[in-house]
């Protein structure tokens, strides 16, 4: 974790429960979201600090906006907007939702579906969504229809990470369309497979890809 500075209490604070993160449907333009992630982030490592018995000391906002994460938090507000570099893009929303999000001692995280509900959430799907283009992402009725498998099927794939999902501006669920179509490809191979192994092509398919 970064190190911020000073704090005394030790309260717990959540994305969930800072108001300009949590309101998306509030007067929150970009910027105040920005502050308030900030902020959020601030007060969260300063509390970590007292808890370990470490002093430090407070940034004021004006630093926390020149820091990696505001900057960080500002070229993903950019990015909604012009022409950002994809794998820039892909990064940075990387970096942002694993310091926010991530349990200091998992391994691997997958991000909540009520996180896409903030403030913060959807200036990040916003940003990740440009990246893909006009036609890169599709809906998971439509995936599962290209599949030829149930949508629950796919939908699972998006819970537990096998797949990642990104909500368009209505908050329904997409994936990524060559994550699809590398999915039907294994399928196509292993149903070419099928009649020597005796093996159902979803089964196999399912084991492959994940």
Do not use: N
Not at 60 to 70: K, M, N, T
């Amino acid at each position: 974790m970064r190190e911020f500075a000073t704090i005394f209490p030790t309260e717990r604070i959540t994305v969930d429960e800072a108001r300009g993160v949590r309101d998306a449907d509030g007067p929150w333009d970009d910027d105040d979201v920005i502050d308030a992630v900030l902020r959020l982030v601030a007060d969260h490592h300063r509390a970590v600090g007292a808890a370990i018995g470490k002093r430090s000391f407070s940034p004021s906002l004006a630093e926390l906006r020149q820091s990696p994460l505001g900057q960080d938090l500002r070229l993903l507000t950019a990015a909604g907007y012009g022409d950002v570099s994809r794998d820039q893009v892909r990064e940075t929303a990387g970096r942002v939702t694993d310091l926010l999000l991530r349990p200091l001692a998992a391994e691997g995280m997958v991000i909540p579906a009520w996180f896409w509900g903030t403030a913060i959430g959807r200036i990040i799907a916003r940003a990740a969504r440009v990246t893909y283009g006009d036609d890169g992402l599709m809906s998971i009725e439509d995936a599962a229809d290209r599949l030829g498998i149930a949508p629950e099927l796919v939908a699972g794939w998006t819970t537990d990470g096998a797949i990642i999902s990104i909500p368009d501006d209505a908050g329904r669920p997409m994936v990524p369309r060559d994550a699809i179509e590398k999915r039907r490809m294994i399928a196509r191979e292993l149903a070419g497979l099928q009649m020597e192994v005796g093996e159902d092509v979803l089964v196999r398919e399912q084991r492959l890809a994940s």
